[in-house]
């Protein structure tokens, strides 16, 4: 038996809420195994406020080359890539094809290097992407103009989506309509909302790393696309649900990916 890999490239959250941690939680939850590229280090003294310790692009390069010469890898998914020679790094091994069903996740936050130099390292990477998931603030520096209504959103994952990846989903979940949260999908040339149940929860850390990890986990497992997608959000709704209760250190807390608070511990 040779079970499925997925790769997650990112930074490691020392509280353990989102980050590689996150990812690889959701994809022991989904029985796949993780392997994880540390891009970063976070230093967290509450959930609220980070700082950010990158890794140098030769350390990176050299965790990626190990994986992908040793595991066959089924998807990948990136989070944090610190500074832009991280980010034109891992754009240059998509290049060659050498990262299937790539889902970016494209955390704009640089611990060296300026925003804008990110954000145009970034643009080598998105044409190799399968899933694009920026949050509405990403998507707004990635296209230059501020996204604030569904129409927004649907606009900017039409010119996301003629950039190159497949398909592009601009999470919402700061977002309301009514007692919905809506996500945005942008595939085959037309738009779709997704919609949920909107949770109140003090615990949402890690559920934009979780959507992704699980799309790409999905696609792993020889989804289509618009599926993978729809299932990705129902689990990580569901892993927001199950954690309400939870009390973890201070501010905004983690996402129970397991469904531990579901089950009777004896």
């Known amino acids: 038996m040779e079970p499925t890999v997925v790769l997650t490239i990112g930074a ?17 939850a989904l029985r796949m195994h993780g392997a994880s590229v540390v891009t970063a280090v976070m230093s967290r003294n509450t959930r609220e406020t980070a700082d950010l310790f990158p890794q140098p ?4 390069t050299a965790q990626l080359s190990s994986v992908l010469e040793d595991l066959r890898v089924a998807a990948v998914k990136t ?41 145009a390292a970034y643009e080598r990477l998105i044409p190799h992407a399968s899933v694009l998931t920026p949050n509405r603030e990403e998507a707004s520096a990635l296209v230059g103009w501020t996204v604030l209504t569904p129409e927004d959103m649907a606009t900017a994952a039409s010119q996301l989506s003629a950039r190159g990846p497949r ?19 942008w595939s085959d040339g037309e738009a779709r909302l997704l919609h ?53 250190g201070g501010g905004t807390g983690p996402i129970d990916q397991f469904g531990w608070s579901s089950l009777t511990v004896r």
Do not use: Y
């Open 12 to 28: 490691s959250d020392c509280s353990g809420g989102s980050g590689l941690q996150a990812d690889l939680r959701t994809l022991a």
């Open 57 to 60: 692009t030769n350390v990176v």
């Open 79 to 119: 989070g944090i890539l610190p500074t832009p020679e991280t980010a034109v790094a891992i754009a240059a091994r998509a290049r060659t094809g050498a990262l299937p069903n790539l889902v970016v996740d494209p955390v704009l936050t640089t611990a060296s290097g300026s925003r804008m130099g990110l954000i």
């Open 167 to 185: 398909c592009v989903v601009i999470t919402g979940g700061d977002f309301a309509v009514g007692t919905e949260a809506i996500d945005m999908v």
């Open 196 to 248: 949920s149940p909107r949770i109140a929860s003090r615990n949402t850390d890690g559920s934009g790393a979780t959507f992704a990890t699980a799309v790409a986990a999905r696609l792993a497992a020889g989804d289509e696309t618009g599926v993978a997608v729809s299932w990705a959000k129902g689990f990580v709704g569901r892993a927001i649900g199950d954690a309400t209760d939870w009390r973890l």
